[in-house]
């Protein structure tokens, strides 16, 4: 199976702390994984340096055999922008746009119409039981109706990687299951997952579990 | 692993331009501040200049256009020009087409008066009817004297107030023909003249009064030949009022006319009077120290209030670099809020300083006998204040803008910053 993500000895430094030490990880296409460990030790930061977020202090990203961190940044914003799905621990939905426009930003980005963006945003919300809310301001949506938008934001481009970050951390049982049930989805549609959790039940249904601890995996 | 090919889109200005809508939409407050900032710049700055434009084109006009031209020829050695209309015509000659008109003058020092009072005056020979738009005067009331009137007199606005006098009264002139100009407008107890002085005598009418802040207000005009007859040479002109099309040729055309009338002394505007170039140096400095405090008063709330909008703003600046907006477009992006806050501003300021031009239009922010200020507003004094409002509102924003593209999203998004 083709590799979506080869990490390679990646090490963060922040001051003369190593968050992370030297994490090496590899992402088959369709692929989920569950990264598990207690808090700080560094699952966020690394998701982040995967992520093109945070450069890493040492070490590769390895994105569909690009060096992502030896991009350039437009180059670096685009790769983002159509091979990663990101999904935080808090929604972080534009506030100012409707559930709708939110989902449908990154595509009309990319390159479809705003049109084609907003029927791609449709399909999206409407799996995910939100078509009824698609006008909805972003600062009106419940917990759980923020985090599946943001899970349709994510998947809206069909990303090669989906990076989701405690994505059920904020959220009562009911909805963690039907977030579950969206990044399931992702991963079907043939995209790699990566998952840091401390639900066990997101582990077990990930193909594989990862530990990570004191910023080693 | 085989490489996949990198995926490439351009910048698409749609996105930004909704997203740049929906952030001012989302900052009502300020951006009304924003935009009343850059307006009240822009408001101040347009009737400045215009008024400032309008000041040294009136200043042009009545002093040159309506006063001793643009260079003033008068013979090296000699008293007078034996023949002015000759030596005005050689004059043009010598200069070609940039000349609009050279007038013959005479002006001999003298006063007038009236039961026995007198005022020093200058007294003008001049060729009537003249071209009015060069006439070294404003005909205010009355009527110009007819060529060859020897008993008609024009005489200043200021002078005939002194005098009491009126348009059709008798008023007694006394001419030196002999001495030099001298001072005008003192009020003196008898007539000029003395020992040794020719001094000319005679009972004139008032054909008309006029105003010009040149002198005119001050002065008395009367037909050039008869004044001329007096001085005993017929056609003679004591200086040759030279009238360009473009004023600030006349300090390089001088010293040509020099050369080519090595008889003639010629002085540009610029070196005859001082009066008129300070006066144009300091609208000049004042229209430049406005100009700066317009920038500084766009510039400081431009900057402060676009820097604490990127700051309410970075976790949806952290957002967007996390989907995939490159740097350079979140600086668009913000520009772009700039650039909307400086066009709105631009028009609500063009339409507060169109108001100011109309009031001072019809309140002139200066008006004397014929020096009337008004503002003028032209393609270049309105170009003036828009592009420097709009070049500081975009420069002042850009660096919010840019601070906005360097915001680290890995930090906002995890609220370290």
Not at chain 2, 180 to 194: L, N, Q, Y
Not at chain 2, 303 to 326: D, K, P, Y
């Amino acid at each position: 199976m083709p590799k979506v993500l080869r990490c390679e000895s990646l090490v963060r430094r922040l001051g003369a702390h190593d968050v992370v030490r030297g994490a090496s990880l590899d992402l088959d296409e369709a692929e989920a994984v569950a990264l598990v460990g207690p808090s700080g030790c560094g699952k966020t930061t690394l998701l982040q340096m995967i992520g093109l977020l945070d450069r890493p202090s040492a070490g590769r990203v390895v994105l569909a055999g690009h060096d992502a961190w030896s991009l350039d940044d437009a180059v670096r914003a685009e790769v983002r922008l159509a091979w990663i799905g990101f999904v935080f621990q808090q929604n972080n939905l534009v506030e100012a746009l409707s559930a709708r426009e939110n989902v449908a930003l990154p595509a009309w980005r990319l390159g479809s119409s705003r049109r084609e963006a907003e029927r791609a945003a449709d399909a999206l919300l409407e799996r995910f039981g939100l078509a009824a809310r698609r006008d909805a301001p972003a600062s009106e949506l419940s917990v759980g109706e923020a985090q599946r938008v943001a899970i349709a934001r994510a998947l809206v481009n069909r990303p090669r990687l989906v990076l989701a970050d405690e994505p059920t951390g904020s959220l009562d049982s009911a909805s963690a299951d039907v977030v579950m049930e969206a990044l399931a989805a992702a991963s079907a549609l043939g995209a790699a997952l990566l998952v840091v959790t401390h639900d066990l039940r997101i582990a077990a249904r990930a193909g594989r579990t990862v530990e990570m601890r004191d910023g080693r995996l | 692993m085989e490489a996949a090919p990198l995926p490439r889109s351009r910048s698409r200005l749609g996105p930004l331009l909704f997203l740049a809508r929906k952030s001012l939409l989302g900052s009502r407050f300020t951006f009304a501040l924003l935009v009343l900032s850059v307006a009240a710049g822009a408001g101040f700055q347009i009737p400045n200049t215009a008024n400032l434009a309008g000041f040294s084109e009136a200043l042009l006009e009545e002093e040159l256009r309506h006063g001793g031209g643009d260079v003033r020829v008068e013979p090296r050695e000699k008293r007078h020009f034996e023949d002015g209309a000759a030596a005005a015509a050689r004059v043009s000659e010598a200069l070609g087409a940039s000349v609009r008109a050279a007038v013959p003058v005479l002006v001999l020092p003298g006063a007038v008066g009236k039961g026995g009072r007198f005022q020093n005056a200058l007294v003008y020979g001049y060729d009537f009817p003249g071209e009015p738009a060069l006439r070294p005067f404003h005909l205010t009331s009355g009527a110009l004297p007819a060529p060859g009137d020897a008993n008609g007199v024009l005489l200043g606005t200021s002078l005939a107030n002194r005098l009491g006098v009126k348009v059709g009264d008798a008023v007694d002139l006394r001419i030196i023909l002999g001495g030099p100009p001298g001072g005008a407008g003192e009020a003196v107890g008898g007539p000029p003249g003395g020992a040794g002085e020719a001094v000319g005598a005679t009972v004139m009418t008032v054909r008309g009064l006029v105003s010009g802040s040149a002198g005119a207000y001050r002065s008395a005009f009367l037909d050039r030949a008869s004044l001329a007859e007096k001085t005993g040479a017929r056609a003679a002109a004591s200086a040759i009022h030279v009238h360009l099309d473009d004023h600030f040729a006349a300090s390089d055309l001088a010293p040509r006319l020099e050369a080519r009338l090595p008889e003639a002394r010629a002085v540009g505007w610029k070196e005859d009077d001082p009066y008129v170039t300070n006066y144009l140096a300091a609208n000049r400095t004042i229209n430049a120290v406005s100009y700066a405090m317009v920038v500084a008063a766009i510039s400081i709330p431009v900057w402060a209030l676009f820097h604490i909008h990127v700051l309410g703003r970075r976790r949806e600046i952290g957002i967007l670099a996390a989907l995939g907006f490159s740097r350079r477009e979140i600086f668009g992006l913000f520009l772009l809020q700039t650039l909307v806050v400086a066009l709105a501003g631009l028009s609500a300021g063009a339409a507060l300083g169109y108001g100011m031009l109309l009031y001072f239009d019809a309140y002139p922010i200066f008006s004397w006998e014929a020096l009337v200020v008004r503002p003028v507003v032209t393609a270049a004094v309105l170009a003036g204040p828009c592009l420097a409002v709009l070049a500081t509102t975009l420069l002042a924003g850009s660096v919010p803008a840019w601070r906005a593209a360097r915001t680290d999203p890995a930090r906002v998004l995890r609220r370290i910053d």
